[in-house]
Each structure stands twice: as C-alpha cells, then as structure tokens.
C-alpha cells in the first residue's frame, strides 16, 4: 500500500516488533562526534602527565643498558614492567573513552540482544535491493550531512586560524619549546571546537533518525484494525462473547432480583437490589445493580415480584460505585442501608430483630455444629 495512505501513529506492538528486529533510531555520527569530543577532552586534562610521563619512561628506557647477554626471564620482566607502566597512564583515559562510547550506546538504543543480526543474510548483498537503497532518502540525507561535516571542519578550521594570524607570524621570534606548546594548544582548542560543531549537527542527524524511524513506523488504518484483531481476535467473536455474557448477567439478575428485600434507585439512572437476612448475613449483600436499561431491568423484576422500591438517590449512586454484586455494603453505608431496611420493613408489617433475638439465634447455630 501507498506511504501516503500510512495516516495512524504505530501501536505498541509494532513498536516492539520493530525494536526486535534492531529497527531503531540511532545516529552513529553522534556517537562518533561524542567520542571525538570526549577524547580530546581528555587530553586537554590529562595531557600534561601523559606528556610527562612518556617523556620520562622513554628517558627510562633509552638510558637502561641491557645486559650483553639478556635472557628470556630478563627480557620477559623488563617488557612486563614497561607494559604495567605504560597502562598506569594509559587505562585512565581508554576507560573514559569506553564509558563514553557504552554511555551514548545505551542513551540511543538502551539494552538489546539481538543474535539473528549475525547471521548470513543474502538480502544485504542482493544488488537489486542494495542499488535501491543506493537513491534512497536515507543516503540522500546522509550526503548532505556529509557535506555539511567538510564544510563545518573547514569553516571551523579557517575561522580559528584566521584569528591566530598574528601569533602564527609571531612564531619565528619564539623558542622551538614555546612554538611546539603553543601548536599542540591551538590544535587541541580548534579540535575540540570543531568536535563540538561536529556534535551539534549529529544531534541534528539524530533528531532526523528519529522522525525517519516514525515515518517508517506509519500503519494504514486496515493495518491498525488487523493489528487489533490478532491481538484481541475476532471482533465478531468477541462480540459474541460479550452477548453471552450479558444473557448469563441477565439470567442471574432474573433469579437473584426476585430474592432481593429491596431496590434502591435514582430514581431511574441506577438500580441496587438488596438482601439482608439478620440471621444469617453480618450485612446487607448487593445481589444486582446496574445503570440505565439494566437498572429499568431490576426495577421491572423488583415490580413484577412485589420487592419494594424505595428512591434513595445519594445512597443508590454511593452503592453503585462503592459495592459490588456478591459482597456486602460498605461499612459507612451500614446506617443509610439499615434506615430503608427499617422503612421496608414497617410497610411490610415487619419489625427488624433485636440484639437478644441475634444473640439466640448465634447461641443455637453454635449448637446445632
């Protein structure tokens, strides 16, 4: 299909299909920029005692006179103890380095695994797919970064010189130590000044890999629903389902509504249907709620059935968010619950069980276990 017709943001799923297969943003000029940057910072810090301490372990050397007949245990020493003191100086600056290159990895892609990228793969060196990609959008953007690097090295390298004018003319009248220090400084600052150029328009490379990989993302709408409907299913199955459902929440409320001691509503919106049974419940149960057509449902049964219906409004929407069908009321809305079971009760010429008459009957449940 068309990219035009690719109007839908990708879904999760898509996402992490493509992030299983390696199909993510990611700028390797970023991580080249940054790593030229953090190199050269390095050097610019510890510079000096590098500087040094190669100067004085080349001294060293060079000033060892070695036996007129070195054996292999001597050579074997003298090479160990050049190379522990060459890692002593040189470990500090590869271990930033690493952590920097580990750093701007994971900030890009984070944590992946991805065994089937080593693989043979023959579509890599098909010419007809590899000449495709030759006029892609991709390597279009990648010349004109491209490009764009000459041109920031040269501008960045010539602007730097250009306000080093006097004191490159000046340096015939200087030592040859203060020349070879002021040449390393200078290279070192306009370096840095073009890694930081240089990372600024990898940034910019990233923000396009970024939008690419989103526009590459892009689902047409009959993929968005084929998507959902092997994720979720079959709409019409699921639908059936659901009408199953509803017929078995009918069928229930159908038995369990005329068994209810009262419906409260209000007066239409919501209908709850409770049971008490004093002596044999610690609280009222909801046996049935429901909003809108099911709450006419509940009231149309609790009519047909003689259940009185009582309008409580405040209590009925208090009921219907707090309680659910199968579990006793809330513990705050005892009282509220207990004043319609008492209203319900006088209509029907009933009283509500005293303290003594509950006490009775937990005395003989007790005996008859």
Do not use: C
Request: net charge neutral; hydrophobic share 45%.
């Amino acid at each position: 299909m068309a990219d035009q017709d690719k109007t839908e943001e990708a879904t999760q799923h898509r996402r992490d299909q493509a992030r299983e297969k390696g199909q993510i943003p990611k700028s390797q000029d970023l991580v080249s920029a940054v790593m030229l940057a953090v190199a050269l910072g390095s050097l610019m810090y510890l510079g000096r005692d590098l500087v040094d301490y190669l100067g004085q372990f080349t001294r060293d050397e060079l000033g060892t006179v070695p036996p007129l007949n070195p054996s292999q245990m001597w050579a074997t020493n003298h090479s160990a103890t050049a190379i522990y003191r060459l890692s002593l100086i040189m470990l500090p600056l590869l271990g930033v380095l690493f952590v920097a290159a580990v750093a701007i990895n994971m900030m890009q892609s984070g944590v992946m695994f991805l065994p089937e990228k080593i693989g043979f793969d023959l579509s890599r060196v098909n010419p007809a797919s590899g000449f495709s990609r030759l006029f892609s959008l991709t390597n279009l953007m990648k010349l004109i970064f491209g490009i764009g690097k000459v041109l920031i090295v040269s501008v960045v390298a010539g602007v730097t010189i250009w306000f080093e004018m006097d004191k490159i003319l000046g340096l015939s009248a200087m030592s040859t130590i203060e020349v070879a220090k002021y040449l390393l400084e200078t290279s070192l600052w306009t370096s840095m000044k073009i890694a930081i150029a240089l990372v600024i328009l990898a940034i910019l490379d990233y923000g396009y890999q970024v939008w690419k990989a989103e526009q590459d993302l892009m689902m047409t709408k009959e993929e968005v629903r084929e998507e959902i409907k092997n994720m979720q299913g079959d709409p019409q199955v699921i639908a059936r389902r659901r009408q199953v459902a509803r017929q078995l929440a009918m069928s229930r409320m159908a038995n369990d509504v005329p068994n209810a001691d009262v419906v409260v509503t209000n007066p239409t919106e919501l209908a709850i249907a409770l049971k008490y049974d004093p002596f044999e419940m610690s609280a009222p149960v909801v046996v049935a709620k429901g909003a809108g057509s099911v709450a006419q449902r509940i009231r149309r049964l609790a009519l047909e059935n003689n259940i009185p219906v009582v309008e409580r409004k405040e209590l009925a929407r208090s009921l219907y968010q707090e309680a659910e069908i199968g579990q006793p009321v809330p513990a705050e809305r005892y009282a509220a619950v207990a004043e319609v079971l008492r209203y319900v009760y006088e209509l029907q010429g009933k009283q509500l069980p005293t303290m003594a008459d509950l006490e009775q009957a937990d005395k003989e449940r007790g005996r008859a276990a």
